[in-house]
T-cell receptor, first 113, second 111 residues
């Protein structure tokens, strides 16, 4: 256990569905992140939140919508996704943005059909 | 934009062999460097990190990495690998509050 928990672990959704990914950290960290991990590609940073405020949106399509209601929880709302959005979505947290040693969850394996 | 490149996509070696994985980053300013490992079915976890000071950094499980500023490199090494080192290894760099990763190197250790 890393202290970062993601649910669900696996998700299959149709292109017209709406679903949400959840991330919770029990480490008392102030920064949280969403990454996309696709096969044979570098991890792509999607969003960064610091003290619940979004500090980074790395040109992510609007069909991905993050929400950070408090420093311990992070959501990724999904709607009208495309098959190429299928990937492993990783949540991470760190004590602070600077000198960030990130702690990762186990990820949600998303398949869009 | 900062980028991190890893030279090897897949490395296969036998137990007790030495391992070296290459990593280069593109940013020229102050940067913090990391190596993460992802064992099959597990989460990404930190192997070691470099912020400042001694450029030779020692991490967990016998791994070490050397920061060479002139070469923009942060290569990972282990003198003698074990079967349990089979995993995917990611180099990462943090600058301007963004933690950027390389594409990863899959290491397969044969018994």
């Amino acid at each position: 256990e890393t202290g970062v928990t993601q649910t669900p672990r696996h998700l299959v959704m149709g292109m017209t569905n709406k679903k949400s990914l959840k991330c919770e950290q029990h480490l008392g960290h102030n920064a949280m992140y969403w990454y996309k991990q696709s096969a044979k590609k570098p991890l792509e940073l999607m969003f960064v939140y610091n003290f619940k405020e979004q500090t980074e949106n790395n040109s992510v399509p609007s069909r991905f919508s993050p929400e950070c209601p408090n420093s311990s929880h992070l959501f990724l709302h999904l709607h009208t996704l495309q098959p190429e959005d299928s990937a492993l979505y990783l949540c991470a947290s760190s004590q602070a943005l600077q000198l960030a040693e990130a702690f990762f969850g186990q990820g949600t394996r998303l398949t869009v059909v | 934009a900062q980028s991190v490149s890893q030279h090897n996509h897949h490395v296969i070696l036998s137990e007790a062999a030495s391992l070296e994985l290459g990593c280069n980053y593109s940013y020229g300013g102050t940067v913090n460097l990391f190596w993460y490992v992802q064992y099959p079915g597990q989460h990404l976890q930190l192997l070691l990190k470099y912020f400042s000071g001694d450029p030779l950094v020692k991490g967990i499980k016998g791994f070490e990495a050397e920061f060479i500023k002139s070469k923009f490199s942060f290569n990972l090494r282990k003198p003698s690998v074990q079967w349990s080192d089979t995993a995917e290894y990611f180099c990462a760099a943090n600058n301007d509050y963004k933690l950027s990763f390389g594409a990863g190197t899959t290491v397969t250790v044969r018994a």
